[in-house]
């Protein structure tokens, strides 16, 4: 497992620390896609690479550059659950109520903002899942298609 450290990823820096969880990095921005999908919060180096798939995505769906423009720069959503983002305290519960199914706040990604849950129930899933790993993203464990966590795989 990496230690304590700052990583340097092409979006930017990101904390890492794999002992003590920390939701509170100086660096998480807040992304609302709108349209009634989930608010998302992720360490910037992080939500900087969902950006860039998002365009990417935008791009491969037929996208022009005016379009995306109008859309705030940003691309096609990537419609991620409502349980992406996660409190340590709230990782700790979802873990005593069932730790086979939720990672221990101390190792997860989520609570460190840089985790995401991707919805299965969209469409263009092998191309949402082609330009998020061209960004950086891992897919962490073939048993959870939809869990991704950015540069390390955690």
């Excluded at 939701?23 to 939500?47: E, F, K, S």
């Excluded at 491969?60 to 983002?85: C, E, F, Q």
């Excluded at 340590?88 to 190792?107: G, I, K, V």
Aim: net charge positive.
């Amino acid at each position: 497992m990496p230690e304590h450290r700052d990583y340097r990823t092409p979006h930017g820096v990101l904390h890492y620390d794999p002992i003590i969880c920390r939701d509170d990095y100086p660096n998480i921005v807040v992304y609302d896609q709108g349209g009634g999908h989930t608010v998302l919060w992720l360490q910037r180096c992080a939500m900087k690479a969902f950006w860039a798939a998002e365009i990417r995505l935008a791009k491969r769906l037929g996208w022009s550059d005016k379009r995306i423009k109008d859309n705030g720069g940003h691309g096609r959503a990537i419609r991620v659950l409502p349980g992406t983002n996660r409190t340590c305290a709230r990782q700790a519960q979802l873990y005593r109520l069932d730790p086979h199914r939720y990672a221990s706040p101390n190792t997860t990604a989520h609570t460190r903002a840089f985790a995401l849950d991707v919805d299965q129930a969209q469409p263009n899933l092998p191309i949402i899942r082609a330009a998020l790993l061209a960004e950086g993203w891992k897919q962490v464990r073939a048993d959870e298609p939809w869990h991704y966590s950015y540069f390390i795989a955690v």
